[in-house]
């Protein structure tokens, strides 16, 4: 078993870094661990665990900005943020749950992984709403960015920078961001039988509208039945969900008026703020995605892609594989669990699915399979050269001895 560090506070992590770097030893970065199986494999020889970077540093509700250390429990930021009637308005999911390992990780970690839910396309990503932040590099120097205010981001954007990077550039140590207010009241229309083309439809037809929805997504029957949410109409079918927030009679005024424009499409009901909570909870979280079941083939992605694009993307997926596919952001967002099928090798049907979201205008990442297979196949993708060589020169420029994550993103950097 690797040598686990665990520093006591910020100079101790520098001094853990430092001796690394100076020795070559390679380290996993890790908070909870809860999303360990988010990227490539990484084999190294230590674990850098930042369990005692915790606490909030500075909250002020007025201002909508909170600075915590990047150990920090996310569910101790939304509880001093829920206390407050605040939240994080790119509404971040537990990836654990996806992996067997639940607990909503840390806030370090969902910046770092630059992990986004149903609000994306709203209010944009968790890299967004990053105001200032303090890290080590691989080269065992410490470095910050930003500040409390918007005015103090100066320079290169670091927040940027880091947030996706997966700790392969630098160990994130503390981090400024913004929050937004709670909205007092939120309602879902639910449309039920919908296939998935006249779901994206829907979606569509929503989101011109001037009723400004702030989450939509279609699921298939498999994926709605998962939901611990009782609908009126009794076990449904495929479900297009369509979220209303804001003061609680414009949200009650603006639920009528798109539920008479969708009244010829599908019979609809609606879920209210407890239950409509609950629904965009379990859907951020990956609930209603298939569980893990540990075997080799079977694989989840994440497709990301123009809006417009997600039904011809799914005419792609299913001519590849057999599958459930579930779509978020507005159909921006796909999930896709292809099932295992002997008589097609998954290193094959993952170059069929990168090549379908290429072709459609995105990114396909392969988000859960076995460390086996995610160390066999591109996880992100083949990178354009201009890409990987961007890349690369920025893993020189933090990390030179490639002692950070090591491979966590593409082999060898």
């Not at 040598?3 to 690394?20: G, H, Q, W, Y």
């Given at each position: 078993?690797?040598?686990?560090?665990?520093?006591?506070?910020?100079?101790?992590?520098?001094?853990?870094?430092?001796?690394?770097?100076?020795?070559?030893?390679?380290?996993?970065?890790?908070?909870?661990g809860?999303?360990?199986?988010?990227?490539?494999?990484?084999?190294?020889?230590?674990?850098?665990?930042?369990?005692?970077?915790?606490?909030?540093?500075?909250?002020?509700?007025?201002?909508?900005?909170?600075?915590?250390?990047?150990?920090?429990?996310?569910?101790?930021?939304?509880?001093?943020?829920?206390?407050?009637?605040?939240?994080l308005?790119?509404?971040?999911?537990?990836?654990?749950?996806?992996?067997?390992?639940?607990g909503?990780?840390?806030?370090?970690?969902?910046?770092?992984?630059?992990?986004?839910?149903?609000?994306?396309?709203?209010?944009?990503?968790?890299?967004?709403?990053?105001?200032?932040?303090?890290?080590?590099?691989?080269?065992?120097?410490?470095?910050?960015?930003?500040?409390?205010?918007?005015?103090n981001v100066?320079?290169?954007?670091?927040?940027?920078?880091?947030?996706?990077?997966?700790?392969?550039?630098?160990?994130?140590?503390?981090?400024?961001?913004?929050?937004?207010?709670?909205?007092?009241?939120?309602?879902?229309?639910?449309l039920?039988?919908?296939?998935?083309?006249?779901?994206?439809?829907?979606?569509?037809?929503?989101?011109?509208?001037?009723?400004?929805?702030?989450?939509?997504?279609?699921?298939?029957?498999?994926?709605?039945?998962?939901?611990?949410?009782?609908?009126?109409?009794?076990?449904?079918?495929?479900?297009?969900?369509?979220?209303?927030?804001?003061?609680?009679?414009?949200?009650?005024?603006?639920?009528?008026?798109?539920?008479?424009?969708?009244?010829?499409?599908?019979?609809?009901?609606?879920?209210?703020?407890?239950?409509?909570?609950?629904?965009?909870?379990?859907?951020?979280?990956?609930?209603?995605?298939?569980?893990?079941?540990?075997g080799?083939?079977?694989?989840?992605?994440?497709?990301?892609?123009?809006?417009?694009?997600?039904?011809?993307?799914?005419?792609?997926?299913?001519?590849?594989?057999?599958?459930?596919?579930?779509?978020?952001?507005?159909?921006?967002?796909?999930?896709?669990?292809?099932?295992?099928?002997?008589?097609?090798?998954?290193?094959?049907?993952?170059?069929?699915?990168?090549?379908?979201?290429?072709?459609?205008?995105?990114?396909?990442?392969?988000?859960?399979?076995?460390?086996?297979?995610?160390?066999?196949?591109?996880?992100?993708?083949?990178?354009?050269?201009a890409?990987?060589?961007?890349?690369?020169?920025?893993?020189?420029?933090?990390?030179?001895?490639?002692?950070?994550n090591?491979?966590?993103?593409?082999?060898?950097?």
């Amino acid at each position: 078993m690797s040598e686990t560090f665990t520093p006591e506070n910020e100079a101790a992590l520098l001094d853990v870094v430092r001796a690394a770097a100076a020795d070559g030893r390679r380290l996993e970065i890790r908070g909870q661990g809860t999303k360990r199986g988010f990227g490539r494999p990484v084999t190294t020889d230590a674990v850098l665990s930042l369990a005692n970077h915790t606490g909030i540093v500075y909250f002020d509700p007025g201002e909508l900005v909170m600075e915590a250390e990047a150990g920090t429990p996310l569910a101790e930021i939304e509880a001093a943020l829920d206390a407050a009637n605040q939240r994080l308005a790119f509404e971040p999911g537990d990836l654990g749950a996806l992996y067997g390992t639940p607990g909503g990780g840390t806030i370090g970690g969902v910046f770092a992984c630059n992990v986004s839910g149903p609000r994306r396309p709203f209010a944009g990503a968790a890299r967004d709403h990053i105001l200032g932040l303090r890290a080590v590099s691989g080269r065992g120097e410490m470095f910050a960015a930003g500040g409390r205010v918007v005015k103090n981001v100066t320079g290169y954007d670091m927040g940027k920078l880091m947030a996706g990077s997966m700790g392969t550039l630098a160990v994130l140590s503390r981090i400024t961001f913004k929050v937004l207010p709670r909205s007092e009241a939120e309602r879902t229309i639910l449309l039920f039988g919908e296939a998935p083309h006249e779901g994206l439809g829907a979606l569509g037809l929503a989101a011109g509208e001037t009723v400004d929805i702030s989450a939509g997504a279609h699921v298939g029957r498999a994926a709605a039945a998962r939901s611990s949410v009782s609908y009126v109409a009794g076990a449904p079918g495929p479900v297009t969900a369509l979220r209303l927030e804001g003061a609680r009679g414009a949200v009650a005024e603006r639920c009528d008026a798109l539920r008479r424009l969708l009244a010829d499409i599908a019979p609809s009901e609606e879920l209210h703020t407890h239950n409509s909570r609950i629904f965009w909870r379990e859907l951020r979280d990956g609930a209603l995605l298939p569980a893990a079941d540990g075997g080799d083939g079977a694989m989840l992605w994440r497709l990301t892609l123009p809006p417009a694009e997600g039904a011809m993307a799914l005419d792609r997926l299913a001519a590849i594989a057999d599958g459930e596919v579930l779509f978020d952001w507005l159909g921006g967002l796909a999930w896709f669990a292809p099932r295992p099928n002997a008589g097609i090798s998954p290193e094959s049907v993952a170059r069929d699915i990168h090549r379908a979201a290429t072709d459609s205008g995105g990114q396909a990442v392969l988000i859960r399979a076995s460390d086996a297979l995610r160390g066999r196949i591109a996880v992100f993708g083949e990178p354009a050269p201009a890409l990987l060589d961007i890349t690369r020169r920025l893993k020189q420029n933090f990390d030179p001895k490639g002692i950070l994550n090591p491979g966590r993103m593409f082999e060898g950097l």
